[in-house]
């Protein structure tokens, strides 16, 4: 992950149960964080770019300063491996997702859990907060997606539709839409408030790991195990580009904090990047 809107840092996280600072310029190895008992699944930086928050096999996450490596405290609770966590915009609270069927939303301060985010019948796959902080949204291994508001620990809305797992969910930067991705070989774009759905996104020939909108939110990008990538536009729901070139699968593709430049990472061990 980089330290987005810095971007002067990289942290990876390893099977070896540690995750790494470089330099993004020299790529100069600055600290190794170590703590975990089993390898790191998910990562972030905060985005102070004071901490990075870490997510294991272990059942726990740990948050760390990015100066010193020193670990700052351990979030436990969860009963299963985290698989996603996130910060929200302030940076003061941070969500998991867990194998338990459950999300939880800490305290980054304290390090206390604030909510427990119960109510999914299969492992969470995907959590994400929007921009404002308010709401946040889990996809799940039981083919749904759900919309909780932050402050009461309440879910919301139940988004129904896919025909398989949902393996990946986002905001746009106004939090008035999400996109969901799934096994099921689409995405899913819906209304935030009213949780109808504007758009299925449907051409990929594989499963749909990795989505995301671009900055403006006018965009999607899907990254398929059917070796490509699909630009996609949010107001028809058309696709615009179909990225080719990976030779395996693809399971991670980002845009850059401009919005012009698109990052697709590949089981065939490449990164490519695309113009949008």
Known sequence: AFNNPYGDKIVTGSFDKTARVWDAYSGEMLV????????????????????????????????????????????????????????????????TGSFDHTSRIWDVKSGQCI?????????????????????????????????????????????????????????????NKIVSASTDGTARLYNTMTGACLHVLSGHEGEISKVAFNPHGSKVITASSDKT???????????????????????????????DFIITGSKDNTVRVWRS
């Open 32 to 95: 190794t964080l170590r703590g975990h008992q089993t390898e790191i699944v998910c990562l972030a930086f905060n985005p102070q770019s004071t901490i990075i928050a870490t997510g294991s096999m272990d059942n726990t996450a740990k948050l760390w300063d990015v100066e010193t490596g020193t670990e700052l405290c351990t979030l436990a609770g969860h009963t299963a491996e985290i698989v996603s966590l996130n910060f929200n915009t302030d940076g003061d609270k941070l969500i």
């Open 115 to 175: 909510h427990t985010l119960s109510g999914h019948r299969g492992e969470v796959s995907s959590t994400q907060f929007n921009y404002a902080g308010n709401l946040c949204v889990s996809g799940s291994i039981d083919r749904t997606c759900r919309l909780w508001d932050v402050n009461s620990g309440r879910c919301l809305s139940v988004r129904q539709g896919h025909t398989d797992e949902v393996l990946d969910v986002a905001f746009d930067a106004t939090g």
């Open 229 to 259: 990538c699909r630009l996609w536009d949010v107001e028809t729901g058309d696709c615009m580009q179909t990225l080719s070139g990976h030779t395996d699968e693809i399971f991670s593709c980002s845009f850059n904090y401009e919005g």
